[in-house]
């Protein structure tokens, strides 16, 4: 799968067949979207494209109306969506920096300018809910109008339900909020996770007893934070069980910078830590929110009963 970050690169396929949207989490309803783009496009001889925004628009809208609170939670890193992407079988991804200029295009100018000139789209695919262009004046109706004129087809996928329940990065987010993983696995077709390359801490893990794998969630807002029962990927031929924090750390700094970290239940690493290797977190099972505990000592202790807990939760999901 080859990215781009925009569309004025010598690479980017002169025509495609085109879906757009943010993809936060590439979900099941996601999924199935881009199974019809990917048919469409080998019917067609064509290449599949995603085009996808970074930020999201809202985090845009809400940084101008100085409101941090109306920006969405942020389900995947960029990372872990376009390896999601890739893994489902997309051939090209376009990355749009959201901002104030792409924000101002009139619909139709979006038209022109993004998907017939920088994409050369042939043919769209959109969700029953796309809308586009400034103040999102663009719809579906629009876009269908414009397309014989524009040289491309559109076409429309309606929403995607499982068990009665509409599938959406809406409720994956609000099933992470309320640490119910087996439900948000239900919504994304596999188990939640968070990848990254291991990063240098604090060190205080080693002080504490309990030396940690430390990943940066690259966005300030994540969709699940707490404490975890997990599985890691990417240190042994086998996923190795373990606890980890997603969060700020509020007992040791608290300084709003999101992290993982992850002790392995059977340390399997030298003192290394196996700083720069890229791993896979699958989040199984949510024991409780962060706590600021009184002091270190008492820190130790709940991640003495944080790391019990997940030995118990291990032993009785073999």
């Known amino acids: 799968m080859q990215v781009f970050r925009g569309f004025h690169h010598p690479g980017i396929a002169p025509a495609c067949a085109l879906t757009i949207g943010n993809f936060d989490g590439v979900h099941r309803g996601h999924q199935a979207m881009l199974a019809l783009l990917h048919n469409e496009a080998r019917h067609r001889g064509l290449p599949s494209c995603v085009m ?23 389900i995947a890193t960029l990372r872990d969506k376009l390896s999601e992407l890739e893994r489902v079988g997309v051939d090209q991804v376009v990355v749009l920096r959201f901002d104030t200029r792409l924000a101002s295009l009139p619909p139709q100018a979006f038209i022109d300018q993004v998907l017939v000139q920088g994409l050369g789209a042939r043919y769209v695919l959109v969700g029953d809910d796309f809308r586009f262009g400034a103040k999102r004046a663009g719809d579906y109706a629009m876009l269908d109008a414009a397309g014989p004129t524009a040289g491309f087809d559109v076409a429309r996928m309606m929403s995607y339900e499982v068990h009665g329940l509409r599938v959406s990065s809406s409720a994956v987010r609000e099933a992470l909020a309320a640490g119910d993983m087996a439900g948000v696995a239900t919504l994304l077709g596999r ?12 060190k205080l893990g080693r002080e504490l007893g309990y030396r940690t794998l430390n990943l940066r969630f690259g966005h300030p807002k994540p969709a699940a934070m707490g404490i975890f029962v997990v599985r890691v990927f990417g240190l042994a031929d086998q996923p190795l069980p373990g606890v980890a924090s997603l969060g700020v750390r509020p007992t040791v700094e608290d ?13 399997p690493l030298g003192p290394e830590a196996g700083y720069g290797r890229c791993v896979r977190v699958e989040l199984m099972h949510k024991l409780h929110d962060e706590r600021r505990y009184e002091s270190i000592d008492a820190l130790r202790a709940g991640i003495s009963r944080d790391e019990a807990n997940a030995r118990a939760w291990f032993a009785s999901h073999r």
């Open 52 to 74: 996808t925004f970074e930020p999201h628009p809202r985090d845009h809208f809400a940084r101008l109306a100085g409101k941090p609170e109306l920006a969405p939670a942020r």
């Open 255 to 267: 300084a709003g910078r999101v992290l993982l970290e992850v002790h392995c239940l059977d340390w």
């Open 191 to 202: 188990p939640y996770s968070v990848s990254g390359h291991v990063a240098h801490g604090r």
